[in-house]
Structure formats: structure tokens, C-alpha cells
């Protein structure tokens, strides 16, 4: 269903377009850590995985790895790295992935951007059009204030 409105300047002001997602998915998590809140040593791993397609128009496969790794050289001095991944890529009809659905990154995700600030971009209106791809990897040394 498409309907647009047409200003008496030019092209349409917007098109909506009516779409229906379904979707499953789930969530493993290992967690060896030896403090949930306040780590000195350990591990966690989170992966996840939707998708979407099983009675709406939208398919996709979408997945994402979260990992953890601390070790604290003393109670207070604690070094951990982080890493996040992510993919997103259609099937079926190929009609690919929609903006809606795709990886905005910045913000708390990614310090120093803004929410979405990172990725490809629509340079004509400076926009973020989201990815279908991203890694992130953080290394961090605690230290007492």
C-alpha cells in the first residue's frame, strides 16, 4: 500500500509504505566472571540471533557477539578488553535491508560520537542510513580516583 502527498512545489513530501516484521530469536549468554557488578577476573559472551520473515514481508538474519575479558592486576588496577560484532543481510526476495533494521552505533555504544554517529551516511542531508556490518573493540585500564 503506498500513499504520498504531493506538495504544489514539486515531488511528494513522503511515500509510507506498510510493512509487516516477524520475528524469533534468542540469546546465549555464558558468564564466568567472578563479580557481576564490579569484575577483577573472568570472561562473559553473549550471542544473539533473530529472524525475521517466518509470516511478515521483512526477512532477515540478523546476529551479534558480545564479549568481555578482565584481569585485575590488584583490587583496584583491573585491565579489560571489550569486542562487539554484528551482521544483518536479507533473504528470500532480495529486497534487502530495510534502514529501520539495520546497526546505529555512537553514543553509549561508542564513545566520543553521538547516537548514530558512526557508519555510512546520505552526505546529501548528512544523515545516518545504519549499517549492516560493525566491530567494535575497547581496551581499558582501571585505576583508583
Known amino acids: 500500500m503506498r500513499a504520498?502527498?504531493?506538495?504544489?512545489n514539486g515531488p511528494p513530501d513522503a511515500v509510507r509504505i506498510s510493512r509487516l516484521t516477524?520475528?524469533?530469536g534468542y540469546t546465549w549468554a555464558l558468564d564466568r566472571r567472578n563479580d557481576p557488578i564490579r569484575p577483577t577476573r573472568g570472561f562473559n559472551i553473549i550471542v544473539s540471533q533473530d529472524l525475521a520473515g517466518l509470516g511478515g514481508d521483512i526477512k532477515y538474519v540478523r546476529s551479534e557477539l558480545d564479549s568481555n575479558w578482565y584481569y585485575g592486576f590488584t583490587?583496584?588496577?583491573i585491565f579489560s578488553a571489550r569486542g562487539q560484532a554484528g551482521y544483518i543481510?536479507?533473504?528470500g526476495?532480495?529486497?534487502?535491508?530495510r534502514i529501520n533494521d539495520r546497526f546505529f552505533k555512537g553514543g553509549a555504544?561508542?564513545?566520543g560520537f553521538e547516537t548514530a554517529g558512526i557508519g555510512p551516511r546520505d552526505i546529501?542531508?548528512?544523515n545516518s542510513v545504519g549499517g549492516k556490518l560493525?566491530?567494535?573493540g575497547w581496551l581499558e585500564l582501571t585505576v583508583p580516583t
Do not use: C, H, M, P
Open 4 to 8: 504520498a502527498s504531493q506538495s504544489r
Open 22 to 24: 516477524s520475528l524469533i
Open 75 to 77: 583490587k583496584d588496577y
Open 89 to 91: 543481510d536479507s533473504y
Open 93 to 97: 526476495d532480495g529486497e534487502g535491508v
Open 109 to 111: 555504544t561508542f564513545r
Open 124 to 126: 546529501s542531508f548528512n
Open 134 to 136: 560493525y566491530a567494535i
